[in-house]
């Protein structure tokens, strides 16, 4: 059974930082592109950012681009998704996902592209 777990959320302020981790076996991490969603009350869950097992390509929505960083840590077997300048629209829960595949899915802003899912972290931004 795949587990992932997501970690981090909390409260910021507009134009803050915070540091989510996505937390999973090695062979996961080794074998799967490993994505960040997010889904805001009210809306459709959208992808954030992907980064291949293979060669640690990254990809980004536009939305995010510039503000969030996708890496791993491989000495805790985890995915980091380091995000600034944070606004009040990133306010949502963020959930990690695993695509089959050693590289993230062509697709990689689509949910229909990762088999496994976490529980979720809430991210609010307000002042």
């Known amino acids: 059974q795949v587990h992932l777990v997501e970690s981090g959320g909390g409260l910021v302020q507009p134009g803050g930082s915070l540091r989510l981790s996505c937390a999973a076996s090695?062979?996961?991490?080794?074998?799967?592109?490993i994505g960040w969603f997010r889904q805001a009350p009210g809306k459709e869950r959208e992808g954030v950012s992907c980064?291949?097992?293979?060669?640690?390509?990254?990809e980004y929505a536009d939305s995010v681009k510039g503000r969030f960083t996708i890496s791993r840590d491989n000495a805790k077997n985890t995915v980091i998704l380091q995000m600034n300048s944070l606004k009040s629209e990133d306010t949502a829960v963020y959930y990690c996902?695993?695509?089959?595949?050693?590289?993230?899915?062509?697709?990689?802003?689509?949910?229909?592209?990762?088999?496994?899912w976490g529980q979720g972290t809430q991210v609010t931004v307000s002042s």
């Open positions: 996902a695993a695509a089959i595949g050693r590289r993230c899915p062509t697709l990689f802003l689509e949910r229909y592209e990762y088999t496994y």
């Open positions: 980064i291949s097992a293979l060669d640690d390509m990254t």
């Open positions: 090695r062979f996961i991490l080794d074998y799967y592109g």
